[in-house]
């Protein structure tokens, strides 16, 4: 009776151990799947910020304490035209060239972001440095953010310059209105002479008209909340009427215009269609030689459509020619005062190429032998 109940007892004490072992191993059991979503969920976290970091645009690379990189993303090495040589922040910021001191950022600028814009190449970029810290609040190293801001600064420098120019193109019209009317208000001028002046007048006020409605539809075309009304149009029609409205025009500067092709369809602006033909043939006209020739094509190519105005005028040089579609940009300004030009025909024709997709602008020019632009339509 009593091994029995020893035996019992034994068998008791197997059974809880059991159980406990049970137990443990359960919570064992448990605690591990919990690691493993937690590892999973951090391998995820860090994946994701892998992945953004990665494909961002702008430059990111963190520092720690000694200036050591912790991560650069490929868009860093790019913008500041990297290799794994400038491996800590004195080494990388010394060559490009800036003025940065690593413990400045981190202590004495009471956690706020500093900010440097610096040339770095051909590039210009926005730099900005902003220390990070542990769940402690304590200092643990610098974060770099590099923005590209090229394109920023060309349009704020091809702004300026616009505003300048326009200053400058409005004031001399204005100049000559003012100048020729005090002499006629004045009365020193003779009668010929107020016959001359008012000629003069009224030649700078049509110029003055022509500058400020090139301006305005420039102003226009910039827009890109307005939606454009893209159909079927007929170029072979719209460049036979340019054609017919700068017959004068070319008669007056001793130019032959014509036109060859076919009938051509294709899917754009009619309005700018006919401004883009237009300004182009008004161009050729005034740049051309007296006894020149302007020949309007509209055909196809390779199952391409397109439009093209050829002259045998003065040409452009080739140091010019990428620049010639700037808004007041002249190769010769004296002669495009002496025609009336405003400066801003091609302007206004590549902005109206770059709002139709599926058009492209091509330009070949030779000085002496003349000009020749294409636009292919797609």
């Known amino acids: 009776s009593a091994e029995k109940i020893t035996e019992e007892e034994s068998k008791e004490k ?54 050591e990189i912790i991560h650069i993303n490929p868009a860093a090495k790019t913008l500041l035209g990297l290799t794994d040589k400038e491996d800590t922040f004195e080494k990388m910021f010394k060559k490009l060239n800036i003025d940065v001191n690593l413990e400045k950022i981190i202590y004495l600028e009471n956690w706020t972001s500093s900010e440097q814009k610096v040339e770095v190449g051909n ?13 402690n609040d304590k200092p643990t190293g610098v974060m770099v953010v590099i923005q590209d801001i090229t394109e920023h600064v060309k349009l704020d420098n091809m ?26 208000e004045s009365g020193m001028a003779s009668d010929g002479d107020v016959v001359r002046f008012a000629a003069e007048i009224h030649k700078s006020s049509n110029r003055l008209l022509t500058l400020i409605n090139d301006i305005i539809r420039l102003s226009e075309l910039d827009v890109t909340v307005r939606e ?6 007929n170029l072979y029609e719209i460049a036979e009427s340019c054609v017919d409205m700068l017959q004068m025009s070319a008669d007056k500067h001793n130019v032959t215009l014509s036109i060859k092709g076919s009938n051509r369809t294709v899917k754009a602006n009619r309005q700018m269609m006919d401004e883009l033909i237009y300004n182009l043939c008004d161009n050729a006209i005034r740049y051309n030689n007296p006894g020149g020739k302007v020949e309007v094509t509209v055909d196809e190519d390779n199952g391409k459509t397109f439009v093209e105005v050829k002259d045998n005028g003065i040409g452009i040089p080739k140091e010019h020619q990428e620049r010639i579609f700037e808004r007041f940009y002249r190769v010769d300004k004296s002669r495009s005062k002496s025609t009336g030009g405003t ?3 091609l302007a206004i024709v590549k902005h109206i190429v770059a709002k139709h997709p599926n058009a492209e602008l091509k330009l070949e020019s030779e000085v002496g032998k003349g000009t020749t632009i294409r636009v292919v339509f797609n």
């Open 343 to 345: 400066g801003l025909g």
């Open 14 to 67: 197997k059974n809880k151990k059991k159980g406990e072992m049970s137990n443990l191993e359960n919570v064992f059991g448990i605690m591990t799947t919990e690691l493993k979503e937690k590892l999973s969920e951090v391998s995820t976290q860090k994946n994701q910020i892998e992945t953004i970091l990665l494909h961002m645009t702008d430059g990111v690379i963190a520092f720690d304490m000694n200036g």
């Open 228 to 233: 454009d009304i893209f159909e079927n149009v």
């Open 159 to 184: 702004r300026r310059e616009f505003v300048a120019d326009v200053s400058h193109e409005l004031k001399t019209p204005l100049t000559s209105i003012s100048g020729y009317s005090e002499l006629i």
């Open 123 to 135: 590039k210009a970029v926005n730099l900005f440095f902003a220390p990070f810290q542990d769940e």
